[in-house]
Structures are given as C-alpha cells and as structure tokens.
C-alpha cells in the first residue's frame, strides 16, 4: 500500500476497533453483492496524509481489487476521524459502481483528486494482493525503521474520539443514494466523485 504524499514515511495504523467496524459497515451494506470476496480492509494516519484501502480478495486468485482513498490531514485541527469517513464515504462509492458496472468500471490507476461530499479526496484503484505484497515487502527489508509501524492507538490523530459511535452512523441513504435523474445528474455534475466512473467501460480482464 503507497502513500500518496513523497514525504509520508512513519505512519500509525488504524486502531483494530476502527479496523473491524469499518469491515462491519461494508458487510452490512454489501451483504447481498459480496459473494465469496474476503473484505481487506487497512488504515494508516501518516503526518499530513489520512489512507485507507478497501480489498476484495477472490479465493484462488492472486489479484486483489483495492479502493483506496487519501485525503491531507492536520494534526493541529485533529480531524483524523473526518478524514476517515470521508475516505469510507468515498472507498463505498467505488466499491458500489465496481459491483454495479460489473468490475468494469474506469477507475483511475494512480492517484487523482476528486471533490466529495464538498472536500477535496484523492482516489484510486489498485490490484495488489495484500499477503503477497506484505510478503514481498518483508524480503525486501520494507518493514523495517525506515518505515516505522506504530501499531498502538494514536490518540491525539484520533481526537479522543469513540469508536462505537463514530463509525457506526447508518450509511443506507447518505452513502448509497437512489439512481438520480438527468436533471439531477446535471446539478451534481461538478461534484460527482468516484460515481462518475460508471460512464466507462473496461475491457474484460483488465482487473485479472
């Protein structure tokens, strides 16, 4: 998983407790379109940078379809609980136009900005195998001090915030609207975020 910041190196993750209610928001609302995917889901709060990637890992297959979502952050307004909705607000948008175009949506390869739900967010499709690169990045020494894991809670980055009613807000009608009509689409056409990718179409096996 790769920053989108140059100067984003020490990083903590996400508390396992924001970790595992994120996965639970995703099963909830996906219930029905998940099917034997594994939800993969990793956070990490750098100095100036917010990330989080959601997974779907096929059993048998070594691609992976990761929507990630990075947005700037500011210790000093300790507004990392922010950024994370806005990153699962987005990543759920993603995920929701992969399953409803059938995995053949245009989704950006590197990481390009968006504006969403009236803040700036930058996003991006990835197809890397969260084990594999784990391992990989192990042989290759990538987890040592050069890119420090602090894996206990960070609460200043969190602003001391509860995670039961933090994370648990109903996203039914905020995050999955109903189909919009033209004139709608019109109005919200400057700030359509990761829902104008369903215009696209892929090639088949260009995720695989």
């Known amino acids: ?30 219930s029905d379109l998940l099917g034997s995917n594994k ?11 917010v990330m989080l990637r959601v997974g779907l890992a096929q059993p048998g297959r070594i691609s992976q379809a990761n ?17 994370i909705h806005n990153c699962i607000d987005a990543t759920a948008s993603m995920m929701m136009d992969y399953f409803e175009s059938d995995g053949e949506s ?3 390869r590197t990481w390009q900005e968006f504006p ?6 930058y996003l991006q499709f990835t197809t890397e195998n969260t ?38 807000h109903d996203q ?7 189909d919009e009509t033209e004139e709608d689409d019109e109005e919200d056409e400057d700030d359509s975020g990761p829902r104008m990718f369903g215009g696209g179409k892929k090639k088949k096996g260009d995720m695989h």
């Not at 990630?68 to 922010?82: F, T």
């Open 39 to 49: 939800l993969v889901i990793e956070g990490r709060i750098y100095p100036a940078e």
């Open 172 to 178: 039914d009608e905020e995050d999955f609207p109903e």
């Open 67 to 83: 929507f990630e979502a990075s947005m700037d952050y500011d210790p000093q307004k300790k507004d990392a609980v922010d950024r």
């Open 116 to 121: 969403f739900n009236g803040v700036k967010v």
């Open 131 to 168: 084990d594999l690169e784990a391992q990989a990045n192990a042989l290759l020494g990538e987890d040592d001090d050069s890119l420090v894991l602090e894996e206990q809670e960070n609460e200043d980055a969190l602003d001391r915030s509860e995670v039961d009613e933090t994370l648990s």
């Open 1 to 30: 998983m790769q920053p989108r910041l140059k100067t984003s190196k020490k990083w903590t993750a996400f508390p396992k407790e924001y970790t595992e209610q994120i996965e639970s928001v995703f099963q909830e609302n996906f």
């Open 106 to 108: 245009e989704f950006p």
